[in-house]
């Protein structure tokens, strides 16, 4: 069964920190890795993700993934109260271009 | 501002209703998507239509039927639904098909009671 994990599943630190996010996905025919930010209700693309270990970076965002270990990370840095909000992992698949996301991480940062 | 709208906003609906939602995109887009996001699960994808032709639909039960009469509209049709169904329903678009920016509309929360 195709499937996409996050953890943690919800995340507390103060602002400043820095913060590491799990995604790791086990699905057939494997195209790319996406991260979103979903804040109040919709979600805003950040990152896709196709070759390995290659890091892309936005602003104090960035991510990379590894097709060996079949999993990807989001890290923030110097953590703003701005950035709570749920981070979407999902998976893309050639076959039927299906695409399956985790359940997500709610980021808190206190101030 | 998102070029993407959705109305209504919220909707309340007894399971013998029929209702509509709608959504409108002013991004001059030709591919647009039908999201489903509940409480607990993680978001899905519902239908996906490429110049206005329907090209996925996740095993959508026929309790929701989508439309799409132009490449700027997109409808989802409710009939008989359950309380199950309760959930913030998204629509995005993006330039071309399944193109990773896709830009969201601000959701229908629907209610089943």
């Known amino acids: 069964e195709d499937k996409v994990v996050q953890s943690p599943l919800s995340l507390v630190v103060h602002e400043g920190d820095t913060v590491t996010l799990n995604c790791s996905y086990e699905?057939?025919?494997?195209?790319?890795l996406l991260w979103y930010k979903q804040e109040k209700k919709a979600p805003t693309f950040l990152f896709m993700l196709?070759?390995?270990?290659i890091e892309k970076k936005s602003g104090r965002l960035s991510s990379i993934l590894d097709k060996k270990e079949l999993s990807s990370i989001l890290n923030i840095t110097a953590t703003q109260t701005g950035d709570s909000a749920i981070y979407l992992c999902?998976?893309?698949?050639?076959?039927?271009?299906?695409?399956?996301f985790g359940k997500g991480t709610r980021l808190h940062i206190l101030p | 501002e998102t070029g993407v709208t959705q109305t209504p906003r919220h909707l309340v609906m007894g399971m013998t209703n029929k209702k509509s939602l709608k959504c409108e995109q002013h991004?001059?887009?030709?591919?647009m998507y039908w999201y489903k996001q509940s409480a607990k699960k993680p978001l899905e994808l519902m239908f996906v239509?490429?110049?206005?032709?329907?090209?996925e639909n996740n095993s959508v039960p026929s309790r929701f039927s989508p439309e799409c009469p132009n490449s700027s509209h997109l409808f989802l049709h409710l009939h008989t639904l359950q309380p199950e169904d309760s959930a913030l329903y998204l629509c995005?678009?993006?330039?071309?098909?399944?193109?990773?920016?896709?830009?969201f509309g601000p959701g229908t929360r629907l209610t089943v009671t």
């Open positions: 196709t070759s390995s270990g």
């Open positions: 995005a678009s993006s330039q071309v098909l399944l193109a990773w920016e896709q830009y």
């Open positions: 991004l001059g887009h030709n591919a």
């Open positions: 699905v057939t025919n494997f195209r790319s």
């Open positions: 239509y490429n110049f206005k032709e329907q090209t």
């Open positions: 999902a998976a893309s698949m050639n076959r039927d271009d299906k695409i399956i």
